[in-house]
T-cell receptor, first 113, second 114 residues
Framework: GDSVTQMEGPVTLSEEAFLTINCTYT??????LFWYVQYPGEGLQLLLK?????DKGSNKGFEATYRKETTSFHLEKGSVQVSDSAVYFC????????????FGTGTRLKVLA | KAGVTQTPRYLIKTRGQQVTLSCSPI?????VSWYQQTPGQGLQFLFE???????NKGNFPGRFSGRQFSNSRSEMNVSTLELGDSALYLC?????????????FGSGTRLTVV
């Protein structure tokens, strides 16, 4: 079935380190892909999105490229800050056939000063 | 532009009671979805509404119900509360049909059942 798989957390990095959070998906159609971020005590915020293969989504220094050949949408940031500490969710949206919006399990990122 | 507003933010209820949660989407957004978030199960889809019609329902028992009003505001109701219903309930709205352009989430209602 359709699904999203994220790397297990927590991920602990020092400030200014490079971040990669892996996300792969399984989908029967052509999904749109999203990354959301959730800060403590808050709801999810849309971080970036890509709607077709080879699209790159970017926002606040974060980037992710829609790779259809590897069914992946890995989140990257060149230099993380303490304020990036949060839980990151990968998600897909399918509108062909039965509508689905599926979230991954989330990856907790902790950035140390 | 106001965001998605969920009320109340916190709620404590006793087993067997019922509860109603409210969500006001961003003005002009017609698609509203509800999710339950727990540490063990993560984010689980409850319902999706568009123009007052429930278009999708997740795998939850009939104790969970919802509706959407003509102004796109939505409510969800949980009857005969169980301890396992303790969770953060998130509402999300989208400007476009079926969230293809991403959802905007509210801050959630944290429900504790004792």
């Amino acid at each position: 079935g359709d699904s999203v798989t994220q790397m297990e957390g927590p991920v602990t990095l020092s400030e200014e380190a490079f971040l990669t959070i892996n996300c792969t998906y399984t989908a029967t159609g052509y999904p749109s892909l999203f990354w959301y971020v959730q800060y403590p005590g808050e709801g999810l915020q849309l971080l970036l999105k890509a709607t077709k293969a080879d699209d790159k989504g970017s926002n606040k220094g974060f980037e992710a490229t829609y790779r259809k050949e590897t069914t992946s949408f890995h989140l990257e940031k060149g230099s993380v800050q303490v304020s990036d500490s949060a839980v990151y969710f990968c998600a897909l949206s399918l509108t062909s056939g039965t509508y689905k919006y599926i979230f991954g399990t989330g990856t907790r990122l902790k950035v140390l000063a | 532009k106001a965001g998605v507003t969920q009320t109340p933010r916190y709620l404590i209820k006793t087993r067997g009671q019922q509860v109603t949660l409210s969500c006001s989407p961003i003005s002009g957004h017609r698609s509203v979805s509800w999710y339950q978030q727990t540490p063990g199960q993560g984010l689980q889809f409850l319902f999706e509404y568009f123009s007052e019609t429930q278009r999708n329902k997740g795998n939850f028992p009939g104790r969970f119900s919802g509706r959407q009003f003509s102004n796109s505001r939505s409510e969800m109701n949980v009857s005969t509360l169980e301890l396992g219903d303790s969770a953060l309930y998130l509402c999300a709205s989208s400007a476009r049909d079926r969230g293809n352009y991403g959802y905007t989430f509210g801050s959630g209602t944290r429900l504790t059942v004792v």
